[in-house]
């Protein structure tokens, strides 16, 4: 992962991996081996908990990359993850396409429905923007709660897997969510290290400023939604393909969100590592905790509401901060490795520059 | 024809409702700049504080309204002083996720104490009573009292912010909060004023709302919706703006009702985007 840009005719180079980084991609390959080898060795209740997982991680990711990065602050994009499922749905009861090949699918779908719907929803700025695409999320659930050949509000199932042997199906599934995380958590990196994340991080700091450096905030705002509208679609689609029913009230609930938020600012908000921490710890309490129903509720209010108002910046925020680690290095850091005197004392004390944490997060 | 009429009849008495749901949000932001995603569950929050003055300490109304407009200020006041305060800054995401929290453990206490079902508030009979005017169109009195206090509070506030001089550091708040701390006025206090205030007005909404329905601890997002769709569709700094955005989501939501319940809400929604789209700035922007 290392890429070191050296320019011969200067004394400089370009760092954008840390020794964490090459030992977290490492770690994540032996992860993905393991859960892509599950269906040989795991019973099928972790199967099931993994592709839940799934839904949950790339959910928040991409409510991440539009609050964290993109500076949107949405309530609504449980309207994408909801059109993920049911476009998921459709395809494959009525258009008789494999369900495994309907769920990406759908997720072009929900992207070009999220071209309209952004020329609505970016009327509104800030607070505003949250609430306008709360209710455009509501329109979403309405209308398919309205229409009776999806079942209407009580919902409908996905018919199409019946004839797929149970185990080929669970296993198909599993493989699914762990190809969508691979591509949404490589695809964010990527994306967040090429110029268009550098114009998006320099956005994100301050909107006026990188425009007057020629970044065209309008396009870089819209390209950061209807990327995220897609993530979600995916994570939607996952899901109900997962759980085999949907209703209009499950696929277009608040909670989404909800869960998405939590996840996202327990973790650390504008890191990648952040929501997969946040992911796996919801998960947790969601396994344990959730039969305490209403208290489980208020405690994650609660929870959401102290790491705002006291920990802004997360658990990742903190360990990274604490011990100057970077598993997904978005920057760029220049280090000097020409002996000038003037240079010297920016390399000295430090092994890695790029460790440090200041390199790019948000302060 | 009367039909028209009475929808529009109808949507008025409901929208009179929205408006006053809405007042309180337009003072938030209009003072902090505050979206608060909780401002439903506030509503619900004070009818099932009425509900527990009436039905279990079983104050006579009156009494138990007038109790409620106290403990409502009181509460708004402390929840702006303690909490709100701490993350009101130029970026909206602090206050958005706090007050999004609120709203998840309002509705989570609500049910744990009353339970999931919804409750209304008696009134002996006084919600059934109505006028019937020539053509048929029934005019409730609770409706027509819902009216009257919108009209009431509407013209308070707008008299409030534009004549005295509590509301005069409103405004100047409003603008630039750290400048008004050179004049002697502090932020902190002027917004905790403020969402006092906002409270009384989301108090005397969630009263006359509990007579004339049942509400349900998880009813606070859809009446967040209606809140803010009628501050958009009214335009932003005004309250008779507000008023008349309120108006506008009443007749849509009653159209919709006409033709299917079930697109009632959802032709109230499509409106309010229709607004949006086609004049943003709302329909009465303040132009000053």
Redesign the interface.
């Known amino acids: 992962m290392s890429m070191h840009l050296n320019r011969p005719a200067s004394s400089f180079e370009v760092r954008r991996a840390t020794r964490a980084s090459r030992v977290a991609v490492a770690g994540l390959l032996i992860v993905a081996l393991a859960v892509a080898s599950a269906p040989w060795w795991a019973g099928r209740g972790a199967l099931h908990d993994f592709v839940q997982l799934a839904s949950y991680l790339v959910f928040a990711m991409m409510w991440n990359l539009l609050?964290g990065y993109g500076g949107m602050?949405s309530?609504g994009q449980q309207a994408f993850f909801g059109i993920g499922g049911y476009g998921m749905l459709i395809l494959s009861n009525y258009g008789g396409v494999s369900p495994f090949v309907a769920v990406p699918l759908a997720a072009v779908i929900a992207t070009v429905v999220a071209i309209p719907v952004s020329?609505?929803a970016f009327?509104?700025e800030?607070?505003?923007f949250?609430?306008?695409t709360?209710?455009?999320a509501?329109?979403f659930r309405?209308?398919v709660?309205?229409v009776s050949v999806l079942g209407g509000g009580s919902g409908t199932s996905l018919t199409a897997l019946q004839d797929v042997p149970r185990a080929l199906r669970e296993s198909l599934t599993l493989w699914l969510a762990l190809a969508i995380v691979a591509a949404a958590i490589g695809l964010v990196y990527v994306f967040l290290r090429s110029r268009a994340g550098l114009a998006l991080t320099a956005m994100r700091d301050n909107a006026v400023a990188a425009s007057s450096q020629g970044v065209d905030v309008k396009r870089a705002r819209l390209i950061v939604y209807l990327v995220s509208a897609c993530g979600a679609a995916l994570a939607g689609g996952l899901y109900f393909l997962g759980n085999l029913r949907i209703s209009p009230d499950a696929a277009f609930s608040?909670n989404w969100t909800?869960f998405g938020?939590f996840i996202v600012?327990i973790g650390g908000?504008g890191t990648l590592e952040g929501p997969i921490i946040g992911a796996l710890i919801f998960f947790v309490l969601n396994r344990f905790l959730s039969d305490y129903g209403?208290?489980y509720?208020?405690g994650?209010?609660?929870l959401?509401?102290v790491v705002?108002?006291f920990f802004?910046q997360g658990l990742w925020g903190f360990v990274s901060s604490r011990f100057g680690l970077q598993l997904f290095p978005v920057g760029r850091r220049v280090v000097f490795v020409d002996a000038g005197p003037a240079q010297k004392r920016t390399t000295g004390g430090m092994a890695d520059p790029l460790d440090t944490p200041q390199a790019t997060h948000r302060a | 024809m009367n039909t028209v009429i009475n929808i529009v009849v109808q949507g008025v008495l409901l929208g009179a409702l929205y408006g006053l749901f809405a007042m309180g949000q337009s003072l938030v932001f209009g003072v902090m700049?505050?979206?608060n995603?909780a401002h439903g569950d506030f509503i619900v929050l004070l009818v099932f504080v009425l509900f527990a003055l009436t039905a279990f300490a079983h104050l006579p109304l009156a009494v138990a309204i007038v109790l409620l407009l106290v403990i409502a200020f009181g509460a708004g006041y402390a929840v702006q002083y303690a909490?709100l305060n701490?993350?009101s800054s130029r970026d909206?995401?602090?206050?958005?996720?706090?007050t999004?929290?609120?709203?998840?453990?309002i509705?989570?206490?609500l049910?744990?104490v009353f339970s999931a079902d919804p409750r209304s508030i008696a009134t002996g009979s006084f919600e059934a009573k109505s006028l019937t005017l020539a053509g048929g169109i029934t005019l409730g009195y609770l409706p027509l009292v819902t009216l009257a206090a919108a009209v009431a509070l509407a013209f308070a506030m707008q008299w409030l912010f534009g004549r005295t001089p509590l509301g005069r550091a409103f405004r100047a708040t409003s603008d630039d909060r750290e400048i008004v701390q050179l004049m002697g006025v502090s932020y902190r206090r002027t917004y905790a004023l403020a969402m006092g205030i906002a409270f009384v007005l989301i108090a005397v909404a969630a009263a006359l709302y509990s007579m004339r329905t049942a509400v349900s601890p998880t009813d606070g997002?859809a009446l967040?919706?209606y809140a803010?769709?009628a501050v958009?569709i009214g335009g932003m700094g005004s309250f008779w703006g507000t008023f008349v955005g309120g108006m506008a989501l009443g007749i849509a939501q009653q159209a919709g009702f006409y033709f299917?319940p079930?697109?009632g809400?959802?032709l109230g929604?499509?409106v309010?985007?229709c607004v949006?789209?086609a004049r943003?700035q709302g329909l009465l922007p303040k132009t000053a």
């Open positions: 609050a602050v309530i020329r609505v009327r509104l800030g607070g505003y949250a609430i306008g709360w209710v455009i509501e329109v309405l209308t709660a309205n608040v909800a938020i600012m908000l209403t208290w509720l208020i994650l209010g609660a959401a509401i705002t108002m802004p | 700049r505050l979206t995603t909490i701490r993350v909206p995401l602090p206050s958005l996720i706090v999004f929290g609120l709203s998840i453990v509705q989570n206490v049910q744990q997002p967040l919706l803010f769709e958009i299917d079930g697109w809400i959802w929604h499509v309010f985007l949006l789209v943003p």
